[in-house]
């Protein structure tokens, strides 16, 4: 409707209720022609769910009777009266509707708006621990180990790297439970940002690890300690300091990528913007208010990394 509204697009067909809910938000808009089609309100179960279907049976039949269906109809403009009234005067004109201030959509979304934001932080911060310590086992794997260990762990990251966020998503979410192994969203969530993010994180520091001399490797076997500890207390240490930077800034993205996860029901801070613009038509000033809660999360990470890089420059 707002594509028509601006220019983009000649006309669009709607479904009868969704185009006279949001009619009194496009008041520059008529009806063209007549319904194409009769529209009807339906329930979705299984074809098990005998004694759920009679339950909501039962439920409409009262509903119907006393009234309270059509109320519901009545208050959100969606009941059958209003397909009657589009087969009447066709070009009706309809007022718009009162808009409300940005501070009255500020106060009654910010709640709504900040918990949303906590599930952006979540997925964040548990999410990016994760991708780090794969990230560095995946490396350390290439790195030092064999070629039977080495050559799967670089397709791995190739496979990541070369595949959408949003498909990696939907395998995890949906291809899973085909194979018996089914996750919660949020679970999915974490782990497809986390497995993502990984691929990314194991360049990083497999880049860490080369810019670290061979003479520290060679110096640490000479004392006597194994591979491994070498690693853990010589090599790391001088990768995990170069690598600091990049790690922060990959961090800020996932900040971002979170976004994504609406794929597999997860209500996020940008999908519960979606819902509330649609809803109450607010699409700029809720965009302003989400925008800006995305600043204020990833801003500090953005001065750390910049700290940091100064930090290491001087050093």
């Known amino acids: 409707m707002q594509k028509v509204v601006d220019g983009v697009d000649d006309g669009t067909l709607q479904d009868d209720p969704t185009a006279i809910f949001y009619a009194s938000q496009f008041p520059a808009l008529r009806r063209v022609g007549r319904p194409v089609s009769e529209g009807y309100y339906v329930a979705l179960m299984g074809k098990g769910e005998v004694r759920l279907k009679a339950a909501i049976d039962k439920a409409l039949d009262q509903m119907i009777h006393d009234g309270s269906l059509k109320a519901i109809y009545d208050r959100w403009d969606l009941s059958g009266k209003a397909q009657l009234l589009a087969l009447g005067d066709l070009h009706e004109t309809i007022a718009p509707a ?130 491994p500890m070498a690693i853990w207390r010589i090599i790391l240490p001088q990768a995990f300091r170069i690598v600091i930077p990049p790690v922060t800034n990959d961090f800020i993205a996932l900040f971002k990528d979170t976004s994504v996860c609406s794929v597999v029901t997860v209500v996020e801070l940008t999908k519960e913007y979606d819902i509330l613009a649609m809803s109450t038509g607010a699409i700029v000033q809720l965009a302003i208010i989400t925008a800006t809660l995305y600043m204020l999360m990833s801003y500090p990470l953005s001065v750390f990394a910049r700290w940091s890089e100064r930090r290491l420059a001087n050093a």
């Not at 964040?124 to 350390?140: E, K, N």
């Not at 070369?162 to 974490?190: D, E, R, S, V």
């Open 98 to 227: 009162a808009y409300p201030s940005f501070a009255d959509i500020l106060r009654n979304n910010w709640r709504i708006l900040l918990q949303a934001a906590g599930m952006t932080v979540l997925l964040s911060v548990v999410s990016m621990p994760l991708a780090v310590l794969i990230g560095i086992l995946v490396a350390c794997g290439r790195m030092y180990g064999p070629w039977l260990i080495a050559k799967p762990l670089g397709l791995y990251v190739e496979l990541l790297r070369g595949t959408p966020l949003m498909l990696q998503l939907y395998a995890i979410f949906f291809l899973l439970p085909k194979i018996g192994l089914t996750l919660p969203a949020l679970a999915a969530a974490i782990a497809g940002l986390a497995i993502n993010y990984s691929a990314y994180e194991a360049e990083i520091y497999r880049a860490g690890l080369q810019a670290v001399p061979r003479g520290q490797m060679e110096a640490a076997l000479s004392l006597g300690m194994s591979r």
